[in-house]
């Protein structure tokens, strides 16, 4: 049931990417390196290969939109996993609920988005 178009995708990953960026200061999570360095660089990977996605706000257009929502669906795995991971769940709730809501949501978004 694939039921987001691309370009609506394409307006979500840009919006993610910039609010990963800058979810650390946000969320005041940045006493805590690994949860701010792992927010950091999901935010900053979604947005650089957006830029490189086929689809309709594409920069450059050299990665297959099956590719891109593939590894949309691993970064967000990575990501609702990573306080685990990398051991800052034990820091609190805070460092951990926006890591797994985000990572949840790019799967989703993966799961349920066209590839054309």
């Known amino acids: 049931m694939r039921v987001i178009s691309t370009r ?9 990417g910039g ?7 946000l969320l005041g999570v940045k006493d805590v390196p690994a949860s701010a360095r792992v927010l950091r660089l999901a935010g900053g990977g979604a947005a650089l290969y957006s830029l490189l996605t086929d689809y309709e706000l594409g920069a450059v257009r050299v990665l297959p939109m099956p590719v891109h929502l593939a590894m949309d669906a691993a970064s ?14 034990s ?20 799961a349920t988005t066209r590839t054309r």
Do not use: I, K, N, Q
Request: glycine share 12%; net charge negative.
């Open 91 to 110: 820091e609190g709730p805070r460092h951990w609920v926006p890591h797994v809501l985000a990572g949840a949501t790019e799967m989703l978004a993966a």
């Open 8 to 16: 609506t995708h394409g307006v979500l990953d840009y919006l993610t």
């Open 19 to 25: 609010t990963l960026l800058s979810a650390p200061g």
């Open 76 to 89: 967000g795995a990575l990501l609702a996993s990573s306080p685990w991971l990398f051991g800052f769940a």
